[in-house]
């Protein structure tokens, strides 16, 4: 990899990418609204430029914090992430990933803390010039702390307000596919199931689209869309619901002076 030791990022992290951004997040059927706004610390992030199907990328701190409000802005209430630690390494067929310590109040759960999560399974990457494609079939493993909460998860009633803690497996299904060196686009279907008492069950479609915009100085500008569909279903008592999450936000990413590594776009 091309190595640097100088460049812009938090001191004590390193010198690698800093992105910043905005994100505003719609829920359906709830009607309720989120702003955050966000911020990421990547200590490597790109291909190996002399092995093509090899991908490493190392998140060492993501933070967000904003608000979550209804439509008539009555009610508000403050929403926030915070990250130690991600990774994901493509090797030839291989994928391995794992996540430590991350609190995540800026999606559909109410609370979702990931002690710790661990991810295997198959993801190629063919990449040729300014195109690539990635499929991905992945199992993970972890252990946290949940809650769904009554801000979308209405129609469950008490159930919503339980705090589940304990073992979680799941496995994910997607791809990836990027061209022109601005264009990123992901579909992923995944499941997850809490192993706790009544086992909330949790079934994902999301789809994805990334564009860089282009560069101010060396930094990138980079807008985004997702769409999600979640069905989730607590199998002792019978629950159900289907909710939406339509994300869509701007990202401006700080590149070092000698990069880390070769970034992927």
């Not at 790109?46 to 008539?72: C, D, V, W, Y």
């Not at 300014?130 to 209405?154: D, E, R, T």
Request: charged share 20%; proline share 4%; glycine share 10%.
């Amino acid at each position: 990899m091309a190595q640097g030791g100088m460049g812009r990022g938090l001191p004590f992290l390193g010198r690698g990418p800093l992105t910043l951004g905005i994100q505003y997040d719609y829920f359906d059927p709830v009607d309720r609204h989120q702003v955050i706004a966000t911020l990421s610390q990547t200590g490597m992030r790109g291909f190996r430029q002399e092995k093509p199907s090899s991908h490493l990328q190392i998140s060492t701190l993501m933070l967000a914090g904003g608000m979550l409000f209804n439509s008539s802005f009555d009610t508000t209430e403050f929403r926030w992430r915070a990250a130690l630690l991600d990774v994901n390494i493509n090797r030839k067929l291989l994928f391995i990933g794992g996540t430590l310590l991350d609190y995540d109040q800026s999606k559909l759960l109410e609370k979702d803390l990931r002690w710790f999560n661990l991810r295997l399974g198959l993801g190629p990457i063919l990449r040729k010039h300014s195109f690539f494609i990635a499929p991905k079939v992945i199992g993970s493993l972890g252990a946290g702390s949940w809650k769904l909460g009554n801000n979308n998860y209405i129609s469950l009633g008490n159930v919503a307000d339980t705090t589940y803690s304990g073992m979680e497996g799941g496995f994910q299904v997607g791809l990836d596919i990027g061209f022109l060196r601005r264009i990123h686009i992901s579909a992923i279907y995944s499941e997850r199931i809490l192993v706790d008492g009544q086992e909330p069950h949790f079934k994902n479609w999301i789809a994805e689209l990334h564009y860089m915009v282009g560069k101010i100085g060396n930094d990138l500008v980079n807008l985004y869309i997702q769409y999600q569909q979640q069905n989730v279903e607590i199998i002792d008592s019978d629950s159900i619901q289907d909710s939406i999450n339509i994300r869509a936000g701007v990202q401006i990413t700080l590149i070092p002076e000698k990069p880390t590594v070769k970034p992927w776009w």
